[in-house]
């Protein structure tokens, strides 16, 4: 099998349009410490690029979530594999996910955490893909709305692999 990868979103067009979404986050948190939750594993890069940009204080904390199957139920199939390890009651926080697809994760970890009463909950995306979407939610901060095809890099892997490019690929299987 051949894997052939094409760059749909060069490392530097990444960059920039951080550059953009951090000064709109930063402007919206003015004056507040960020709790930033990362959705593992594919929102690290994106977590660790948004964070080192930004100059007010930042805190980090870790979701892991698995979904089974295709069924539209919102929690139903939906296993937390590891929660967040500190209270956000009162916290500014601004979750981070590489892609959104179904919308199904998101929808199932905003009512997740808005039980947990933080002050305000923000969403920023890598990805976005709205002609997949089953579930109506907002996001707050989108960095590039992408067509259905399958990615790869910066955080999103085929397989556990390529999560590491610095870039965004399209990703194509040869049999
Ligand atoms: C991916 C992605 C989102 C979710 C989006 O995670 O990181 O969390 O799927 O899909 P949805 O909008 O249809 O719910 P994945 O389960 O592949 O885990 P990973 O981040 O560890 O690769």
């Given at each position: 099998m051949k894997e052939t990868i094409s760059v749909l979103i060069p490392e530097k067009e990444i960059d920039k349009r951080l550059n953009e979404m951090v000064e709109t986050i930063s402007s919206d948190f003015k004056g507040k410490t960020i709790t930033i939750i990362g959705?593992?594993?594919?929102s690290v890069m994106l977590m660790v690029d948004i964070a080192k940009k930004l100059k007010q204080p930042v805190e980090f904390d870790f979701i892991d979530i698995s979904s089974y199957g295709e069924?539209?139920?919102?929690?139903?199939?939906i296993k937390i594999n590891k929660d967040i390890e500190n209270s956000i009651e009162g916290k500014y926080v601004l979750l981070v996910e590489d892609i959104i697809d179904s919308g199904r994760t998101l929808n199932y970890l905003l009512n997740y955490l808005k039980s947990k009463k933080p002050a305000s909950l923000k969403v920023c995306t890598l990805l976005d893909k709205p002609e997949r979407r089953v579930f109506d939610i907002s996001v707050n901060y989108i960095g590039f709305e992408i067509p259905d095809e399958f990615v790869v890099g910066y955080g999103l892997d085929y397989a556990q692999k390529y999560?590491?490019?610095?870039y965004i690929g399209t990703l194509e299987i040869e049999e």
């Open positions: 959705v593992l594993k594919g069924g539209l139920t919102s929690s139903g199939n999560r590491n490019l610095p």
